[in-house]
């Protein structure tokens, strides 16, 4: 069993910035695919960024690529979502997810575990 804590979440105004953290409990914490997801109101959740175990590969939506910044701290067992220059269409809940399968992953129905979520909300 892997939990999740996501912590880091706050009013920031547009063209501001936040970096989210999850802290993951467990001792292979190396060995899973981290991903960063969010969902607003009224929509669903949608992919945000992924790493790979090792931290070998990232991924992005394609929308997001140049602001958002995955990384992960195999040590702390912590991944990170650095995010930049933030629009109020990023407002959302951003949940922290888990894969302790797969090398990289994308799809939510691919995540085992998941974290309580943390708010994000933009504006001025």
């Known amino acids: 069993q892997v939990q999740l804590v996501e912590s880091g979440g706050g009013l920031v105004q547009p063209g501001g910035s936040l970096r989210l953290s999850c802290a993951a409990s467990g001792r292979t914490f190396s060995s899973y695919c981290m991903g960063w997801f969010r969902q607003a109101p009224g929509k669903e959740r949608e992919f945000v960024a992924a790493i790979s175990r090792g931290a070998g590969s990232t991924r992005y939506a394609d929308s997001l690529k140049g602001r958002f910044t995955i990384s992960r701290d195999n040590a702390k067992n912590t991944v990170y979502l650095q995010m930049n220059s933030l629009k109020p269409e990023d407002a959302a809940s951003y949940y922290c997810?888990?894969?302790?399968?797969?090398?990289?992953?994308?799809?939510?129905?691919?995540?085992?575990?998941w974290g309580q979520g943390t708010q994000v909300t933009v504006s001025s």
């Open positions: 997810a888990a894969d302790p399968r797969r090398y990289m992953a994308m799809r939510s129905d691919e995540y085992d575990y």
